[in-house]
């Protein structure tokens, strides 16, 4: 299965738009995408962007109902959003979805939070990235902190036996401060990693920072 899971450092680091910006480069340039996330939360929580179904499937130019299985409206962990809902998030079911969506395509799955967040008991979003066992792209913050969220998320996808394909740090500013310049270097020499860095964007200029970015050497 050809493609790529994007995790990130935590919550708010820009994993959707790095995922975005991915399926909007490949489409750009001809390539069948699939767009996959297990599961939305935050539906009820306006936000400057789309919701994250929504922002990847216009990237990639499917259906936004095909892309997540599950979509909850509180901003809450998956496997609390659903036991609020009275729902059972089904791993074999997420798993199924997803090679089903890449036969033919390009596969961008993006994941919920970091790697250790629990989708339902027993079962991590780290779990599904092994299950799918794609190339894994880590979505990070350029400031204070990064270096250690990095670096953990980095541990935990080897320690499962994932391939770490590179970190994006994000938004890169065109004019970095010194510390971010030396949290870019850290996390790369620190890592072992490729790291690069997504400038700010706009849904509409997606492909273009998408085209920024070492996809094939990802891929």
Not at 17 to 35: F, K, P
Not at 193 to 206: F, K, Q, R, W
Request: hydrophobic share 50%; glycine share 10%.
């Amino acid at each position: 299965m050809r493609g790529v899971f994007v995790t990130g450092t935590g919550t708010g680091v820009g994993k959707s738009i790095v995922a975005a910006a991915v399926c909007a480069a490949l489409a750009a340039r001809g390539e069948a995408v699939a767009a996959f996330k297990p599961v939305v939360t935050g539906l009820d929580a306006a936000g400057d962007w789309p919701p994250d179904h929504e922002l990847l499937a216009a990237a990639a130019g499917v259906a936004a109902d095909r892309v997540a299985p599950y979509r909850f409206g509180p901003p809450l962990s998956p496997h609390y959003a659903a036991e609020l809902a009275g729902e059972m998030i089904e791993p074999p079911l997420l798993v199924e979805t997803a090679r089903t969506a890449a036969v033919g395509r390009t596969l961008v799955c993006e994941g919920v939070g970091g790697l250790l967040v629990p989708l339902t008991t027993g079962y991590l979003v780290r779990d599904l990235a092994v299950d799918l066992a794609l190339s894994l792209v880590v979505a990070a913050h350029t400031g204070l902190g990064t270096i250690n969220h990095t670096l953990l998320t980095i541990e935990s996808a080897r320690a499962a036996g994932l391939r770490v394909a590179g970190v994006v740090m994000t938004p890169w500013p065109a004019a970095p401060e010194p510390i971010e310049r030396s949290n870019r270097e850290t996390v790369a020499r620190l890592g072992g990693v490729p790291v690069s860095g997504l400038p700010p964007t706009t849904p509409a200029e997606l492909a273009a920072a998408g085209r920024s970015l070492p996809l094939d050497d990802w891929l």
